[in-house]
C-alpha cells in the first residue's frame, strides 16, 4: 500500500495552511513531519486522514484518487497527544473497541488484544480503567487501540507532547521496535528534533505549510538543503555568523580573520552565512586549526548531564553545549572556536553550499 499527496493546497478563510506539498508514503515506513508549532504538521495528518479536503491537489492510495473519500471509509487510526480514552471501560475494552465495532469474532478480539497488550507492555493493567493508570500507560492504551484497528495508515500527532521527561524518553525508546513490529505506514508529528533522530526513518521538514526537504532522517540532519532545514532540525537553536571570503582568507561579522582552510578552501570569494548547532561550537583556547573567538556569557541552563551557556557576540547570540557541569556567570568573557571542517556554509539565499564529511 501507499499513500500520495499530489500538489496538495490547503487555503481556510482564504489563508494558505498548507503550500503546494507532494509526498508519497510507503507500507512498513515511519515518516515523521518535524516543525515548529504552525508549520502544517496537523493539517498534513488530517488530509491525510480525509478529516480535511484538500482545496486543490489530490489524495492517493495506491493510485486510487480518494480526495472526497470519508475517513470513516479509510483505513486509518490516529493518536492524539492528548489521552483519548473512554474512562468507565478497562484497559481490555479500550483495545478491544474497535474490534468490536468492526464485528469481529470473540476469540479473534481476545487473540488481538494480548498481541497488542504484550506490545505495549500492558498486560498487567488489562483490567484497571484509564484513571487507573499513569499518563504513559494511558498513552500506550490509546496508541494499542490505533495498532489492533489494523489500520493501514497510523497517524500520531505529537503523541508525547503532554507526558513527563521520563515517561517520554520511555516511549521513545519503544515507539521503533512497535513501529517496526506493526508493518503499517506510521507518519508521526514533532517539534523537537531529538525526537526525530531518535526515531528513525524518514524525516520531512516543514515550514509554514511547505515541505522544505524529505529524505532519510540522518541524510537531512547531516546535510539539510538550506539554512531553514538546518534552523528546523537544530535544537538550540542554529548558531548562525556572517563571513566573507577573499584572497585565501575569511573575514568573520566582528572583525575576526582567519585562514581560509577547511571547508573555506573551496568556496568562492564572496559573502557568505555560516552556521553551526551548539555541539560545534568549542569553549576553549582555540586548538591547531581552530578559529577563535571571544564572548560573553549571558546565562547558563544546568541540565545535569548537559550544560547549554548562552553567549552574545558582536550582537549575535550563540549557544554552546557541554558535558556535565559548568557554572559561568553573566558576563563572564570565555574562548570559544570553530572547526572550519565541522559547520555549514550557505549562500546569502541560504542554500547549502559546504557541509562537514561526516558529523
Known sequence: MSVTLQRVTRSVDGIPTIRDVSLTLERGTLSVLLGPTLSGKTSIMRLLAGLDKPTTGRVLVDDKDVTGLDVRQRS???????????????????????LRVQGKPRLEIEKRVQEAAKLLKLEPYLNRTPLQLSGGQQQRTAIARALVKGADLVLLDEPLANLDYKLREELRTELPRIFEASGAIFVYATTEPSEA?????????????????????????RHPDTMRVAQVFSDPPLNIVGIEKKNGSVQYAGGVRAEATGLYAGLGDGPYRVGFRAHQLELANGAAG??????????????????????NRDASNWVAVLHGVHEYPPGHVLDAALDPNNLFVFDLAGRLVAAPAAM
Do not use: D
Open 290 to 311: 581552530r578559529h577563535a573567538f571571544q564572548a560573553t556569557v549571558t546565562v547558563t541552563e544546568i541540565t545535569g548531564s548537559e550544560s547549554f551557556v548562552h553567549l
Open 76 to 98: 486509518v487510526a490516529m493518536v492524539y497527544q492528548q489521552f483519548i480514552n473512554y474512562p468507565s471501560l478497562s484497559v481490555y475494552e479500550n483495545i478491544a473497541s474497535p
Open 197 to 221: 533522530l531518535l526515531l528513525g526513518g524518514r524525516t520531512v521538514c516543514m515550514w509554514e505549510g511547505q515541505v522544505l526537504q524529505a529524505g532519510e532522517t540522518p541524510k537531512v540532519y
